[in-house]
């Protein structure tokens, strides 16, 4: 059986949307939580999306050096 040649394309096509998905999740408990706590300024919402971005950003790296 012949090899399949490897798709780039279809390797990181859904890397957008996984993106998206994870920043409007993490933004959503953020905001939750921040109303739970009732704090005025948005530390949780703050803290989880850019550690979301950041956990995504690994994750891009760690798949772009394999």
């Known amino acids: 059986m012949p090899e399949q040649p ?3 394309f279809l ?3 859904s890397l957008g949307i996984q ?3 994870t920043l409007a ?3 959503w ?3 939750k939580l921040d109303a739970y706590f009732q704090f005025t300024f948005p530390v ?3 803290s ?3 550690l979301a971005f950041a956990a995504m950003m690994y ?3 760690r798949s772009l050096n394999e």
């Open 25 to 27: 999740v993490a933004g």
């Open 44 to 46: 949780c919402l703050l």
């Open 48 to 50: 989880l999306v850019l």
């Open 29 to 31: 408990i953020g905001w």
């Open 59 to 61: 994750k891009l790296y």
């Open 11 to 13: 390797k990181y096509s």
């Open 6 to 8: 490897d798709n780039k």
């Open 19 to 21: 993106l998206m998905a």
